[in-house]
């Protein structure tokens, strides 16, 4: 049980503690190179709480962690990034080799939220997996390497901006979605919308999905509605056969 609420916890939260701090100057638009942007704004391109304001989002985080008593441990920066998805790739494992004693079966669909949607996607290859959402992910890590707000805790290496960044990674046949809310950082949308078109040209499945009106985290509500976009995507990727 240890293994699997430390892999669940990994797959779907990210970290949320950040300074109060003024609300984010200008961002960049996105498809802006991030190799040309200043220190200042790669900071700002990606610290989401500056975003939507530090006390709306310490509301819905105090929320969620209420609501989530048992989602505590392997997070960063207490597990580094390459110790959680080898976490994760061991609980698949177990679930391939495993699962059917304990009655699982049929496909397996991977879904996950920012830091969770980058793991959806780099799971994707585990032959456990049967398709993914990603919401709200980051699929190039380097941006992040130089943000003091998600790097003070992630601490990316070199050797993992270049071994567990998606689109530096061979794409999967497999369905994968990309959801992203229409209010959220132009990087943020950028990312996502990037990712999309890098698997598109080899022609593989799955939607890009914006969310109108969406910020970083009010993105997850559409998965309480029993009938939102979100919730009808899971579903239609859990009918998916794959070859």
Not at 180 to 208: N, Q, W
């Amino acid at each position: 049980m240890a293994l699997t609420r430390r892999a669940f916890a990994a797959a779907t939260a990210a970290g949320v503690a950040a300074p109060t701090i003024a609300r984010a100057k200008e961002c960049p638009a996105a498809g802006m190179d991030w190799m040309t942007m200043s220190l200042e704004a790669r900071n700002l391109a990606y610290f989401n709480v500056a975003h939507v304001g530090a006390d709306f989002a310490r509301q819905k985080t105090e929320h969620w962690t209420a609501a989530s008593k048992d989602l505590r441990d392997t997070l960063a920066p207490e597990a580094s990034l390459t110790q959680i998805t080898s976490e994760l790739r061991s609980a698949l494992d177990w679930l391939n080799a495993r699962g059917a004693e304990h009655g699982i079966a049929g496909p397996v669909i991977v879904t996950g939220w920012s830091a969770g949607g980058h793991l959806t996607a780099f799971l994707l290859d585990h032959p456990r997996v049967a398709a993914g959402l990603s919401i709200s992910g980051v699929f190039e890590l380097a941006p992040l390497r130089d943000s003091p707000q998600v790097n003070d805790k992630v601490k990316l290496t070199e050797v993992e901006v270049e071994t567990l960044s998606p689109m530096r990674r061979l794409s999967v046949n497999k369905p994968l979605s990309i959801a992203y809310g229409t209010g959220e950082l132009p990087a943020m949308i950028a990312t996502s919308r990037d990712y999309h078109a890098y698997r598109s040209e080899s022609h593989l499945p799955g939607d890009l999905i914006p969310i109108a009106k969406a910020n970083h985290f009010t993105i997850l509500d559409e998965l309480r509605l029993p009938d939102s976009h979100l919730t009808r995507q899971v579903l239609q990727l859990a009918t998916y056969n794959v070859t």
